[in-house]
């Protein structure tokens, strides 16, 4: 046995990765990418550029856009989208308000978080997607341990996890009715360290807020929020400035902050090697109950 | 957990056992004392200990994702669970023991590098000890750990654990696993699972995170046979790239290296490989499980489903196997009815022609009167395919040697089948 034939286990996750992306490519007929912005989808789009060059990557990628991003988000999706030379296509929870499909939370708490699984429904039937690759992982919550890679969703974007497709080998069964869709994570064995590990091993650029920064915040009890127009603050709250970074981005309204002063990837890496709590601990979306995540996904969340 | 380095192996292994021997027990107990667990992860477990009147952290509840099963107390799917230590990376495939689940404890040993098999001490090998370990065989996992657990209620006895040892080693004589490690432990107290017991000083075999850590599974990639089932064409439409023209896929087993020469099945066309490349980056070789894009030097028709092999070395083109199955769907099989199967990047239709036997997997014995093929039985049949595949031996190869079957109708994924040429 020759030691020039060792991989590390990034090597080992990235060929299982991009081997999903090809899959999903080869199997359906109308694919995307969806893509918030996060990390996590930030590799699956680099994973996805690597799937397929020197061609561009083959299918658009997807944002469900709360209204409630932040702007940094925004900027780094447009960006990305040019070098790629890829298609864009936004699904925007405003127009479903708009169009009086949902309506908005009120209160403290209020969040468009929930909302965004009827615009992205919506965006799906809209342009006929049979499989959306999402950037969800199995490490991430309690729910997540059992999904698997192509994870079929009825003509209601529904998950079952009763009836999901067994999957053995590298076989993946992408057979769907018309209606029928999948929702693809080829993200499912990586952990967050995998995650930030391949960022800094790769270079891959990444929106400025997971960077330590400066930043007007509202502390709630353990969480710090970012302040802005669209968070609801209670009477006795006030915006303090603080040194800050985000270990996930969703929206503005519910994502926490840590204080930090890790500015480079190094610096986070060895901060998440080090860390003690959960990436989604800070998620005030998956406090609501022990089984928040697995009833969002139920109705057809990411 | 402290700070990790990049450059570690992967591991992934499964774990079998019943409701009570104490499986979920044995994991959380390694994703706790790896420090793996997080604070917030340990307070919710540490707090439904308590509603429940427990007086420590379950950390069975680690483990138990569904709120079906949190209620019922069982694990009723394959549930994926990751840790690391400095030396290794770990994919843990979590299957459900009951007899009912030989569904999952077959998805789950199918990806597997190595099982762990729990043993109660008390109780000794039990018919689901065989099923698990015939399972692990037959789905070519090639080590095995038999953990002795609850050696605490056995009051360490080490004549009690040689005992279990002897009755497994003539038991396992029957199964095609190389290597099987045995290692008395108590999940519950912690004893040999991360640090070595001080009740079991007879033990000298080290814990079991030593083992899962040290133990040498790349040796069993092959990378003897070139096998690449094309996955699809890779065709840029833009400028730069006009006249490129890929393969893209994942390396099955093998070898290959720019300069080689080779065959594309079925075709029997040859060519000779003239770059190998990992997104922009070019390679001097590529081995499993790598998924690269290959270029060759002629224009050759080529597209997915086909393989690029060398020309002395090629799998079987067959249209007729008979193969092992697990039936996985909740409807029977129906001996009518036309299947479509699924192998490497190439479907075929398929008509089960006769089913040989059932086996009776804790016995091992072959029942040929039966009544119908229901889920989770173990049959062996005859297939008749509507084109040739390219299959290896199981043994040799879980890529060519593997294949799912689906229901044209539902689209179900109803059995898996290893082939035994």
């Known amino acids: 046995m020759n030691i020039d034939y060792n991989l590390d286990h990034l090597d080992e996750l990235e060929a299982e990765s991009i081997y999903v992306i090809r899959e999903v490519a080869a199997q359906f007929e109308r694919p995307a990418i969806l893509f918030s912005g996060g990390k996590d989808s930030i590799v699956v789009t680099h994973l996805a550029a690597k799937a397929f060059a020197p061609a561009r990557i083959p299918m658009p990628l997807v944002h469900i856009d709360t209204g409630h991003n932040f702007p940094e988000t925004l900027a780094f999706r447009d960006g990305l989208v040019e070098n790629l030379g890829v298609r864009l296509i936004v699904g925007s929870v405003q127009q479903t308000i708009d169009d009086g499909l949902v309506k908005e939370e009120t209160g403290v708490h209020a969040s468009r978080n929930r909302l965004q699984t009827t615009t992205l429904l919506n965006t799906i039937e809209e342009h006929a997607f049979d499989a959306c690759i999402g950037g969800a992982r199995r490490d991430e919550e309690k729910a997540r341990a059992k999904e698997r890679f192509f994870s079929h969703r009825d003509d209601f974007g529904q998950w079952d996890p009763k009836n999901q497709r067994p999957e053995l080998w590298n076989l993946f069964n992408g057979k769907h009715r018309p209606g029928e869709h999948f929702r693809v994570f080829p993200l499912n064995n990586w952990t967050e360290l995998d995650i930030w590990n391949y960022i800094t091993r790769e270079q891959i650029d990444l929106p400025s807020l997971y960077f330590a920064h400066e930043r007007e915040c509202i502390v709630r009890g353990t969480t710090i929020l970012a302040h802005s127009e669209y968070l609801n603050l209670k009477p006795d709250e006030q915006p303090v400035t603080m040194q800050v970074r985000f270990r996930t981005l969703g929206d503005l309204t519910i994502t926490g902050a840590i204080e930090s002063d890790a500015d480079t990837l190094e610096k986070i890496t060895a901060e998440v090697a080090a860390t003690r709590i959960t990436e989604r601990g800070g998620r005030m979306d998956d406090k609501r109950s022990s089984s928040a995540m697995e009833d969002r996904k139920k109705e057809g969340y990411f | ?421």
């Not at chain 2, 990751?82 to 030396?87: M, R, S």
């Not at chain 2, 696993?177 to 519950?188: E, G, M, T, Y």
């Not at chain 2, 192998?343 to 022609?353: F, M, P």
Request: glycine share 6%; hydrophobic share 40%.
């Open chain 2, 1 to 421: 957990m402290s700070s990790h380095p990049t450059t570690n192996s992967l591991l992934r292994f499964t774990t079998a056992g019943s409701v009570d021997d104490g499986k979920s027990t044995l994991i959380g107990r390694l994703l706790h004392d790896s420090k793996s667990i997080f604070e917030d992860q340990l307070e919710a477990v540490t707090a439904s200990s308590a509603q429940k009147g427990l007086e420590h952290a379950d950390l069975s509840l680690l483990t138990d994702g569904l709120r079906a099963e949190r209620e019922q107390g069982i694990t009723i799917d394959v549930a994926y669970r990751y840790f690391a230590t400095p030396k290794r990376k770990f994919i843990i495939a979590d299957t459900p023991g009951h007899i009912q689940y030989t569904r999952n404890m077959v998805t789950g040993a199918s990806t597997a590098d190595l099982a762990i098999i729990l043993v109660d001490a008390r109780h000794g090998l039990l018919e689901q000890t065989h099923r698990h370990s015939f399972i692990a065989s037959m789905l070519g996992i090639k080590h095995v750990v038999v953990c002795v657990n609850k050696m605490d209620l056995v009051d360490w006895s080490e004549d009690r654990f040689r005992e279990i040892v002897s009755a497994y080693r003539s038991f396992s004589s029957r199964l095609d696993i190389p290597d099987i490690k045995f290692i008395p432990i108590s999940a519950l107290l912690g004893d040999n699972v991360v640090d070595a017991s001080e009740h079991m000083p007879w033990h000298t075999g080290g814990s079991l995170l030593n083992h899962l850590e040290e133990v040498f599974v790349a040796s069993d990639r092959n990378l003897q046979d070139c096998r690449f089932p094309v996955q699809s064409v890779i065709r840029p439409q833009i400028d730069e790239a006009r006249d490129f023209r890929g393969y893209a896929g994942r390396i099955a087993s093998g070898v290959f290296k720019p300069g080689d020469d080779v065959t594309i099945l079925p075709s029997g066309m040859t060519s000779r490989i003239r770059e190998i490349r990992l997104g922009n980056k070019v390679l001097a070789k590529a081995f499993p499980p790598l998924s690269v894009t290959v270029v060759l030097e002629d224009d050759v028709d080529v597209s997915r489903g086909d393989m690029i092999v060398r020309e002395h070395n090629q799998p079987t083109s067959t249209q007729d196997l008979d193969t092992r199955l697990c039936w996985l769907s909740d409807e029977p099989m129906n001996p009518a009815a036309r299947y479509i199967l699924r192998h490497t990047c190439t479907e075929a239709k398929a008509i089960i022609k006769k089913v040989h036997y059932k086996l009776d997997i804790n016995t091992l014995h072959r029942e040929e009167e039966f009544d119908q093929i229901t889920m989770n039985d173990i049959v062996r049949v005859h297939i008749r395919l509507s084109t040739p595949i390219l299959v290896d031996d199981y043994r040799e190869n879980r890529t060519t040697g593997s294949f799912i079957l689906v229901d044209p109708h539902s689209g179900l994924t109803v059995a898996a089948g290893v082939l035994n040429l």
